[in-house]
């Protein structure tokens, strides 16, 4: 069994956009380095930055995530993004789910917030 851990977050405005590159970039170096990661996807669509990775286990995921530039860039979603979700679970095949998979697991089981509309 391996971990699946998927997130996303809709911009409160196309003004963030900056900021968010150059954090993805860095999180990105990040994880390249993370013990226990096996995959990483990610994707942009309608305003939306999605990530999907693959874990060894659970463990694994949130060493990764309290640590580093995910974690100084965690406070930050509530000013930046108007919504955000996140999903997990596990499953046998060490390949990632299609986008579509992800997307109806985090309708269904994801722990979604919202922060908003306003920019600032």
């Known amino acids: 069994m391996v971990f699946v851990s998927s997130t996303y977050m809709r911009l409160k405005s196309p003004l963030y956009i900056p900021l968010l590159i150059f954090y993805v970039i860095q999180a990105m170096l990040q994880v390249e380095r993370a013990s226990g990661k096996l995959n990483t996807r990610y994707r942009w669509i309608d305003g939306e930055f999605w990530t ?37 679970w596990y499953q046998e095949s060490t390949q990632l789910p299609d986008w579509q998979i992800v997307e109806k697991r985090m309708r269904e089981t994801g722990r979604m917030q919202k922060f908003g509309h306003v920019a600032g």
């Not at 060894?56 to 406070?75: I, T």
């Open 52 to 88: 999907l990775s693959l874990w060894r286990d659970e463990a694994s995921m949130k060493a990764y995530r309290n640590q580093g530039v995910h974690r100084q860039v965690m406070p930050k979603l509530v000013k930046w993004s108007s919504e955000a979700g996140l999903v997990n």
